[in-house]
């Protein structure tokens, strides 16, 4: 079966750094990964997607990049900030487009 | 416009009462999902519906758990004689084309 493997330990890092977030999957590579934020008490909200023929993909202080080699996803925030503190969780999508496997989820707290 | 409505955000039952829970999706939305989330997990696909049909209901757990969608808009997933397992939150997600929005979820403790 298909996995998506993200790191259970929290991340703690201080405001102004980058906070890099690691996904990595197992078998096939997906046509596309999904990341989303997902706060205490509310349903996950969709940041970027990445499909499997682009390496990186941007989105104001967020960067996404997708390795089929090295079957792994990197999330990055850049100068992140304490309103970036949640879980940020990584998604495949099946080959139909239409069904989503998510890793566990991250947790990242941004102290200031 | 407004997005994914869940109802109730929580819910406590007994062990072996039935519950429903409801999920109201972006108007215009044809694809429905729903997702069950236990704590420090992330999401796990219960069934998925396009317009009232189930196309697939390969993630529901054991035959107590039912969902429908008899006129391609509210959903409702139906829990029968619920377990202690059963307590999560179940999360629904309706989706236009590649992204898919979530609801709020309903938190069950069972009880």
């Known amino acids: 079966s298909q996995k998506i493997e993200q790191n259970s330990e929290a991340l703690n890092i201080q405001e102004g750094k980058t906070a890099t977030l690691t996904c990595n999957y197992t078998?096939?590579?997906?046509?596309?990964l999904q990341w989303y934020r997902q706060d205490p008490g509310r349903g996950p909200v969709f940041l970027l997607l990445i499909r499997e023929n682009e390496k990186e993909k941007r989105k104001e202080r967020l960067k996404v990049t997708f390795d089929t080699t090295l079957k792994q996803s990197l999330f990055h925030i850049t100068a992140s900030q304490p309103a970036d503190s949640a879980t940020y969780l990584c998604?495949?999508?099946?080959?139909?487009?239409?069904?989503?496997?998510f890793g566990g989820g991250t947790r990242l707290m941004v102290k200031p | 416009g407004a997005g994914v409505s869940q109802s109730p955000r929580y819910k406590v039952a007994k062990r072996g009462q039935d519950v429903a829970l409801r999920c109201d999706p972006i108007?215009?939305?044809?694809?429905l999902f729903w997702y069950q989330q236990a704590l420090g997990q992330g999401p796990e696909f219960l069934t998925y519906?396009?317009?009232?049909?189930?196309?697939?209901k390969s993630g529901l757990p054991s035959d107590r758990f039912f969902a429908e969608r008899p006129e391609g808009s509210v959903s409702t997933l139906k829990i029968q004689r619920t377990q202690q397992e059963d307590s999560a939150v179940y999360l629904c997600?309706?989706?236009?084309?590649?992204?898919?929005?979530f609801g709020p979820g309903t938190r069950l403790t069972v009880l």
């Open positions: 108007s215009g939305h044809v694809s």
């Open positions: 998604a495949r999508v099946n080959n139909a487009g239409n069904m989503l496997t």
């Open positions: 519906f396009q317009n009232e049909a189930q196309l697939d």
């Open positions: 997600a309706s989706s236009g084309l590649d992204t898919q929005y």
């Open positions: 078998n096939y590579s997906p046509a596309y």
